[in-house]
C-alpha cells in the first residue's frame, strides 16, 4: 500500500500520535521502521532540544524530536538520511527528509539574527518569531540548479572530488542573489566546465533535503567551447556516449533523472518517471 503524507503544523500540547527522533547521528529505527508511538517515545530517556509537529501518514499525527545528542535504546539504532534515501520506502524518505529541513532549521535559528533574542515557535505556523524585534524567519530552502547538456548521441557528465568513486553526474550549483534560474545555470556551466549552452529546457524539479535545497533540473544543448574543469570543484569532465555510460548518481536523485530521461528518449525507450 502507498502511504499518503501532507505536511502540517501540529500543536505539540496534545499527546499521541507517531514521533521521528532526530540527532546528530541520524534518525533513530528499529525493526518496525522510523516511527515510534510519540509517548512512548518521550518516555525514554532523551535530551529533547525541540519537538515540532510535522504532519499526517495516512491520516495519523508525526511529531518531531529534535534532540541534543543520540542515546542507546535496547532494540535500536541511529541512521543518517541518505541511508533512508536508499532505501525501498519512499514515503518514509519524503517525512523524514521533511523532518530534517525543519529541525536544522529550527535548531539554526533558536535566536534572532537581527537582534540576538531568542526566538520562539509561531502557533499554527511554520516560523520562527523574534519578540524584541518582531521579526519571522520560515524554513530556509535553495534553490539550485541542475542540468545534463547534450550534444546529439553525447552527454557532458562530470566528478565532483567528492563523490563515491567512478560516479559521474549533471552540473549542479546553488543561485545567487540577482539570478534567474537561466543565469545562474549559464553561470555554473562556465564556472565548472568553461563552456556555452543553448535551448536551455525545464524538464522538473525535486525536493532535495542535503540541507535544503529545492533542485530545478534542465537540458541544455551544446553551443560552444572546450571543456575545462573548475580546480578543486571538478575532478574530471568529459562527453560520454549514451550507448556507453560511466557509473550514475542514486537512481532517487535528479540527476539521474535528467539523464535516464534523456537516454530513453534518444534510444526510443520508455521515459522514467521523476521521483518526488
Ligand atoms: N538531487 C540531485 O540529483 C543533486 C543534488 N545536488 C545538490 O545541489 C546543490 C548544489 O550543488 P553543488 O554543486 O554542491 O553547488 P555549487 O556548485 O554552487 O558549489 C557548492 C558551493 O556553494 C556554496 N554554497 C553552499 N551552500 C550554499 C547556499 N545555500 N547558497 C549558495 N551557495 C552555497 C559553497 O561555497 C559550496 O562549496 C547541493 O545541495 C547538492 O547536494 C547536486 C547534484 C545532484
Ligand atoms: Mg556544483
Ligand atoms: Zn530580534
Not at 4 to 17: E, H, I, N, Q, Y
Not at 71 to 94: Q, S, V, Y
Not at 258 to 273: K, N
Request: proline share 7%; aromatic share 10%.
Amino acid at each position: 500500500m502507498i502511504s499518503r503524507w501532507t505536511t502540517a503544523v501540529l500543536d505539540t500540547d496534545l499527546p499521541g500520535g507517531w514521533a521521528v527522533a532526530r540527532s546528530p547521528e541520524g534518525f533513530l529505527y528499529d525493526d518496525n521502521g522510523a516511527l515510534f508511538p510519540r509517548d512512548w517515545l518521550k518516555r525514554q530517556d532523551l535530551s529533547i532540544l525541540a519537538e515540532h509537529g510535522i504532519g499526517h501518514l495516512d491520516g495519523e499525527p508525526v511529531y518531531l524530536l529534535e534532540l541534543h545528542s543520540a542515546l542507546d535504546i535496547p532494540g535500536c539504532n541511529w541512521k543518517g538520511l541518505r541511508a533512508f534515501m536508499l532505501e525501498d520506502d519512499h514515503t518514509l524518505f519524503k517525512v523524514l527528509g521533511y523532518a530534517a529541513q525543519i529541525g536544522t532549521w529550527a535548531r539554526e535559528h533558536r535566536f534572532c539574527g537581527s537582534c540576538g533574542q531568542r526566538m520562539s515557535q509561531v502557533p499554527r505556523e511554520r516560523a520562527m518569531y523574534c519578540d524584541a524585534c518582531e521579526l519571522r524567519h520560515y524554513p530556509r530552502i535553495s534553490p539550485s540548479m541542475i542540468v545534463l547538456i547534450t550534444r546529439g548521441d553525447e552527454v557532458l557528465l562530470a566528478r565532483s572530488p567528492r563523490f563515491v568513486t567512478g560516479v559521474y553526474s549533471t552540473l549542479a550549483g546553488f543561485a545567487e542573489p540577482g539570478e534567474s534560474a537561466e543565469d545562474c545555470l549559464v553561470r555554473e556551466v562556465r564556472e565548472e566546465v568553461s563552456i556555452e549552452v543553448k535551448n536551455i529546457q525545464y524538464v522538473g524539479s525535486q525536493c532535495w533535503p542535503f540541507p535544503h535545497s529545492m533542485m530545478l533540473g534542465f537540458h541544455a544543448e551544446y553551443a560552444s567551447g572546450d571543456i575545462v574543469p573548475q580546480e578543486d570543484e571538478i575532478e574530471d569532465a568529459q562527453w560520454f556516449n549514451v550507448r556507453d555510460l560511466p557509473p550514475l548518481p542514486a537512481s532517487r536523485s535528479i540527476a539521474r533523472y535528467l539523464i535516464d530521461l534523456y537516454v530513453a528518449r534518444r534510444l526510443g525507450h520508455a521515459e522514467p518517471v521523476l521521483p518526488g
